[in-house]
């Protein structure tokens, strides 16, 4: 009895942190329908039953100027999150998405979908900067990497409604669903309470309480408090010199080079200009077993199989083996691409191969969501000291910007010089490099607290990890910092 009684007590109740995944999971399925939008509907803005003319050039542009607007939201969101909390950043993300959906409603020129997709952008910006962050300072350390990942599941499951939607229904109708969706979401989220640090940042102490009793029902909400201001206060007392100094220490700068590169092999992967072109991909490869649109719907279906995968196995294999076992698998099915395209021009009957694209494109979709787009996102929130993780996320969605940008806007001019027969190829070797990267220098954070991942960076073996926190006067003991952090999510 006694063993039973010990067990309903460590069993923890997460599910108020479930409901807020959920939600992260609905908003960022609107950055799936952004991504996926173009897909269905470059083929009817460029035909001649278009409301308004639109050229390839300027469908280069509408593609494009999505990630455009992204530095623009990952600034504001790194402003939003200082001086608002990363949930209401979240709710302030809404604004400019709602206005994307709106313009893409009342347009009647290409000129409103360029506006359109660069509130798009500014919304995307702010919410890769925001949603980590905000579900890394509400969870539990044990289900911190699924979280992430369930919000991250949002991107392929938002790429499937778009695909559905954008093969049966006009444009501005499927932007009025998306719009009525996100007045949803800014509903949610204004329900939701704010994050603890955030709050006690603000000395709303009250309100903290609350909040921690909110996200952790089972929790001495006092003891948890007291931990978590102990915390806040020792890294405010930092002065802006000491941040700067921070700055340049090894563990800094090893935590952005490994960030950078996390990112830049996500956006090298492929996802954008596969996803914003891919039933031109599948028009080109000739396939003709189903309409291109509804092949689209059955690849995206996979994204989801991909991320539920992730889901399950990001805190039980972790971070390096999915992460490795994604840029195989997105190899191998660029390598896919490449084959059939060669077929083809070698003069084999299309029906003969075209298998080969639809198996690369659903291999694709499911390989890249297990580990490249969700790893990443999930490391961004743990391999940060707390006082520069804003700084740093806020740099690396910048990044993720600009390099999302190159990568979509280049795509139809190396089309023109690669064709279909090598460009494939030439993004499967890029990505090919980023195999030996994770064995060799991304360290595996899975069940690792803040200061065990940062020692981790400068390579101090286990037993001098407590040593370290013993002799270092200045910062939370460890027995404290492993408490505390359950709350912050910085495990």
Not at 190 to 204: T, V
Not at 281 to 306: D, W
Not at 397 to 403: E, K, P, R, T
Request: proline residues 4%; charged residues 15%; glycine residues 6%.
């Amino acid at each position: 009895m006694t063993e039973e009684r010990s067990e309903k007590l460590n069993r923890k109740v997460t599910w108020p942190q479930w409901i807020a995944a959920f939600g992260v999971l609905l908003l960022v399925a609107q950055v799936g329908s952004l991504g996926a939008w173009s897909s269905p509907y470059i083929s009817q803005l460029t035909s001649p039953e278009s409301p308004f003319p639109v050229t390839m050039s300027e469908i280069s542009w509408v593609v494009s100027l999505l990630n455009l607007g992204r530095p623009i939201g990952a600034i504001g969101g790194a402003v939003g999150i200082n001086y608002l909390g990363s949930k209401t950043a979240i709710l302030i993300s809404c604004m400019p998405l709602a206005l994307c959906w709106l313009f893409i409603i009342i347009c009647n020129s290409v000129e409103w979908l360029y506006v359109a997709r660069i509130f798009g952008g500014v919304s995307v910006g702010m919410i890769y900067s925001c949603y980590s962050l905000y579900l890394g300072e509400i969870a539990d350390p044990s289900i911190r990497g699924a979280l992430i990942s369930l919000g991250t599941s949002g991107i392929p499951i938002g790429n499937l409604a778009m695909s559905i939607m954008g093969a049966y229904l006009p444009m501005k109708i499927t932007a009025a669903i998306s719009l009525v969706f996100c007045l949803v979401l800014v509903l949610l989220f204004f329900y939701l309470p704010e994050s603890p640090h955030y709050l006690i940042k603000k000395n709303s102490d009250e309100k903290a309480k609350s909040s921690i009793l909110w996200y952790h029902r089972d929790c001495d909400v006092e003891s948890e408090f007291i931990a978590l201001r102990k915390f806040i206060e020792n890294v405010g007392k930092q002065q802006l010199s000491t941040i700067l100094e921070e700055l340049r220490t090894i563990q800094f700068r090893k935590s952005m080079f490994i960030g950078a590169m996390l990112i830049t092999y996500n956006q090298l992967a492929g996802i954008n200009s596969i996803l914003f072109y891919m039933e031109s991909i599948l028009i080109s490869a000739k396939v003709t077993v189903m309409q291109p649109a509804q092949v689209v719907i059955i690849v995206m279906a996979f994204g989801i199989v991909g991320s539920a995968l992730s889901l399950f196995l990001m805190d039980k294999c972790g971070r390096k083996i999915l992460m490795i076992a994604s840029c195989i698998g997105v190899v191998l099915s660029m390598c896919l691409l490449t084959v059939e395209f060669h077929l083809l021009s070698f003069g084999y009957d299309p029906k003969s191969v075209e298998a080969l694209s639809i198996v690369g494109m659903c291999a694709f979709y499911v390989t890249v969501f297990i580990g490249i787009l969700s790893v990443p996102l999930t490391m961004m929130g743990e391999i940060f000291a707390p006082h520069v993780k804003c700084i740093a996320v806020s740099i690396m969605s910048i990044l993720a910007g600009v390099i999302s940008f190159l990568v979509s806007a280049t795509y139809l001019p190396l089309l023109n010089v690669f064709s279909e027969h090598y460009l494939f190829l030439f993004y499967a070797i890029l990505l090919a490099t980023a195999v030996p990267f994770t064995i060799f220098y991304i360290p595996e954070t899975k069940g690792l607290s803040l200061q065990e991942i940062q020692n981790k960076l400068v390579k101090k073996k286990p037993q001098e990890w407590n040593t370290n926190c013993r002799n270092n006067k200045e910062k939370i003991p460890c027995e404290q910092i492993k408490g505390l952090y359950v709350i912050s999510g910085n495990t």
